[in-house]
């Protein structure tokens, strides 16, 4: 057990993100692999012949090869401590992307050299730049043909629209690809393809050093040279200050398949990354070496282990020491909890803690006493904000198709709903439950877990709805007048909070128009 202002400093809690099929999940399996924390990659101890992802450990996500849950994994990596937290790449669950993105210090973006930026990629970006979170950008999948590598500098710089600097270099790219340069250690690092091992590294003193011209040929070192020559006119020097303020985005390249540009990135990732940074909360800012502990939900996962009906909540520590057995405020309800058994991740594996530090990640078993968002302290009223419910884009009818299972379905809707997989609406009209997403697959993924995970069998019905939209009003007859008018269109949120079901762009326009004192919200955080 350290001193707190020491662990803080060793640690370093980020997301990596990117567009679906860049090479997300592969890049954390390797950071996994240096850490000691797996050793071979794909390596699921239980299961020796189907080799899946560590980080996906959801059923549906071992069939349709994506993930589709924020999943947190922490290990040791020489003297740092190193929580990542892997995100859905699929649009259909920005929004579990969006809350990770509150709970991390730093984010690593993973972009494919073939395909360049995507546009999840640049509406995530947009999160990162809204609260200034540094980034790291690791150019992907180097041992296939893709783009140039100025071109693809070029296009970060204009769709994520923030400086970079390249750290590394490569010589070359698919079947030619040598290797990389590395810049920000002045090394060379040769590519051998092999999925398991670690390449080959060339000692070298500088770029002029001729064990490079040996190593890859003449021509090859002689465009290397051109190339560092005209990345530093080009760029400025890299600059540790302006990264930390989210203004400047070093780059690697690398094939995180071959395990091959990992290690620089790692490297050079635990000494300029931040370690937890003050979080503003509602009442004022917070700093993480504070003596009391206090930390928010950021999301909540139901059934992490199908033989036990459990739910986790996902907790980030901002400040203090989280300590096992030891009572604490949950302050939207006022009451005082113990956690005897708080754990720590390594995907689905869990270990039970006794503290945890400002930056790691706990996971606590919930019986329903939690919601997203909510704020744990040693008893001091904090509120720490900016876990946003967005307004849903899809609508469906969810129906019960086997009246045996009514129980079953409840308990699974709500524990779903909990998760924040979806949003839940109950129609004030006719009583019928609506579920809305903000994409299709969601809908899939809740019927799917619902009869796999609850044993409730659902069907789904369309219903024709543009959005949904929170309201409130400061004049109590103009919100029953509304109500009155609209009443079958007005439907209850699972904190019964009045919505109004619009049906299309145009009525919802009417209807700010025909209602002034009503306010209208398009995310429940209001």
Known sequence: MGNITEEISRRRTFAIISHPDAGKTTLTEKLLLYGGAIHIAGAVKSNKIKKTATSDWMEIEKQRGISVATSVMGFNYGDY???ILDTPGHQDFAEDTYRTLTAVD????????????EQQTRKLMEVCRMRNTPVIIFVNKLDREGRDPFEILDELESELKISVRPLSWPINIGAKFKGVYNIYEHSLDLFTPNKQKVSERVEISDINDPAIDSAVGEADSKKLRDDIELIDGVYPEFDTEEYLRGKLAPVFFGSALNTFGVKELLDCFVKIAPSPRPIQAEEREVNPSEPAFSGFVFKIHANMDPNHRSCIAFVKVCSGEFKRN???KHVRTGKFIRFAAPTAFMAQKKSIVDEAYPGDIVGIPDTGNFKIGDTLTEGEELHYRGLPSFSPEMF????????????????GIQQLMDEGVA???INQFNGRKIIGTVGQLQFEVIQYRLLNEYGAQCRWEPISLYKACWIESDDDEALAAFKKRKHQFMAVDRDDRDVFLADSNYVLQMAQNDFPKIRFHFSSEY
């Open 106 to 117: 730093s984010v690593i973006i993973v972009v494919d050299v073939a395909k360049g930026v």
């Open 326 to 328: 030891f009572n604490y």
């Open 81 to 83: 401590k190193i929580n």
């Open 423 to 425: 949003q839940l609406f």
């Open 396 to 411: 469906k009818y969810i129906e019960n198709t086997d009246p045996m299972k009514s129980k079953q379905l409840e308990k």
